[in-house]
């Protein structure tokens, strides 16, 4: 039986970071029986493995750098689950994130986007912001009700 959803998370030498998404993802996947594919866009990364292996996540390396959307469309290989969801290694998601995810698409079978607000982890951030920052920053939020957007 495939797994309910594949949580994919494209990463590169951020274990810090990873480690943050992996905790917040985990309990969520393994509730609702869904998988978590790591995919490291470079070398083996022994501390990186050792992440998604605690976390019950198979952990798959490139060998190289590759680029992040390379990295995603490898995931997309490594999955199993129909419906995909991915997840940057720089996120922490919300209680009910992955539950939310798997209602929209038992709900709207006829849809093949579903997304949420990205709400920006900032850590050690020294000043404040104005909302107008540079990539990789990149907030999102349309509100709290369900509706059409042009992107997630």
């Known amino acids: 039986m495939p797994p309910a959803a594949s949580i994919l998370i494209p990463t590169r030498k951020r274990p810090g970071y990873l480690a943050v998404a992996l905790a917040s993802v985990a309990p ?21 493995a050792a992440l ?11 060998g190289s750098a590759r680029g992040v959307n390379v990295a995603r469309n490898s995931a997309i290989a490594q999955a199993r689950g129909e419906l995909l969801c991915f997840l940057d290694d720089d996120v922490e998601v919300w209680p009910g994130w992955l539950a939310a995810l798997l209602a929209a698409a038992e709900a709207c079978p006829r849809h093949e986007a579903f997304g949420g607000p990205i709400r920006a982890r900032r ?15 990149t907030p999102l939020d349309l509100g709290p009700e369900d509706r059409e957007a042009e992107f997630v």
């Open 28 to 48: 969520q996947a393994a509730a609702a029986g869904a998988e978590i594919v790591v995919l490291e866009d470079g070398e083996h990364d022994e501390r990186a």
């Open 123 to 137: 850590e050690g951030w020294r000043w404040p912001v104005c909302g107008n920052e540079p990539p990789p920053i």
């Open 52 to 62: 998604a292996a605690s976390h019950g996540a198979r952990y798959v390396a490139h």
